[in-house]
């Protein structure tokens, strides 16, 4: 739903996640052929132990068909928790938080990425890579690289985003340290193949082996089909059967007490999504790694840094320097160059500015058309966009039936006000015949991604749609407690005239004599 106007028209309801900031040093001294100790980190100087930070993206192209197994159960029956330290990964079967999963298909996408040393291959698999360095040894020395070829066809996530060690259920919390935020999955292939050499998806996935001793030939693994994600589109209910691999997860540390929001910070929450890197390394070329050689995503921390790595042809350094400028001219530039390069949180963005009229002349056109392109790229948020403008019907022709549609994407993609406009297309009719069980559904995704506290912070700050949606829940008792029309005329009056919603709920409660 359109909302946080201006500085706050993000369009987005999570806090935007900060990253840790990168040293300044190269490479580190690695040994010549890697031994188990120091692939390990078990000891000794060259021991390389990268911690994870508040958010993590590990790939899992490496886990065997029973971790899959027990991922998929965990991930059924509530929000899935695990265990995430230097060099390490592993699901924690029997914890588990209150939560769920939804699926938001998007355009087919393709990468092929190189890890070349122990410390990427480390720090891209964590359960496996250890044991694949060890494998490899020296031959990475040589010129060896384990090639990773991916298609993605969608995404699992949940609206949950914050979790306190006080709501983990179950056996083993102890040492948990994470929660699975979501997934992304699609179909893999991996095999070794020659440093500096990149071949495509398709070579990857139809070839063998292209170099390397027996040792690595036995690391060769795929998952899925390539041909089967050639029938991907966005919005899919579910994705292909040999396209649905788990490829990466997104995970988001524990709150050290009670559930809280996650800390603010520069970074935008759907690059975070999309790689997040331990500690000492970038994300650069689809991977993690310590090299600075190619342009890599910025931190955040260093407006420079950003400007010079966009420059230098990083998308999403582009983004991240927009939204630092935010409020300027430049900041729109910057997203059109994003956006352009096909990053959704940029096209989204822009898509706020083109409907305000802020910064650039007023185009809502435009605006829907840049929602739908970062809806179909897997972005939550632009799929709210597009629906609350065609639910309004806002310079274009009105559709409540698409738009609850893609309130109901948005909601699967693990966005809590795309739940709540669906609970209230459901609930409502808007566009869908009244349906009470799905309207609960999605009451109930939008309560677990902390709903309440954002349209109280919201509205607090002056953001029309968040008083209209806080006195929506009064009004239809939909806060565990009585209904209160005072509270509801109240807040409803707070967003009128700046949410046409609001205006119409304050005359639907005085035409009723409320």
Known sequence: MLEWLRRVSAFSVAVLAGCPSMPSGGELVRPET????????????????????????PLVLDWSTQDRMDLEEAMHDGVAVVEYRCGKLRLIPGCRTTGGYGFLGMSRREEVIQLTNVDEIRANLPLGGAAIAVDLGAELERGLALELAMVHSGKLRTTVSAVGRDRLEGQGCEAATHIVRGAFVGAFAMSSGTKGKLRTAAQVFGAGVSAGSSSAKQLERRDGELSACGSVQPGMERAPSQCSSVIRLELIALESGSSAPAASGPMPKELAAEMACPDGMVASEGKCTAEKAAPYRCSGSDQAECLEQCTRGDAQSCTIAAVLLDGTDRANELHEKACSQGVAYSCSRLGVAYFYGAGVAKDTSRAARLFLSAC????????????????????????????????????????????FNALVSYRDGRGVRPDADRASTYLRRAEQGGLVQIFERGCSGGNAYTCWGLGYLHEHALLGKPRDLGAARSLYEKSCPGVSWGCESLAALKAKGR
């Open 376 to 419: 179909e790229s897997g972005d939550a948020d632009g799929c709210n966009n597009l629906g609350a403008v065609l639910d309004m019907g806002t310079g274009i022709q009105r559709d409540q039936t698409k738009a609850a549609e893609l309130f109901v994407w948005s909601c699967n993609g693990g966005d809590a006000q795309g739940c």
């Open 34 to 57: 890697p031994t188990v100790g120091n692939v390990l980190g078990e000891g000794g100087e060259d021991a390389v132990c990268r911690e994870p930070g508040v958010r993590g993206t």
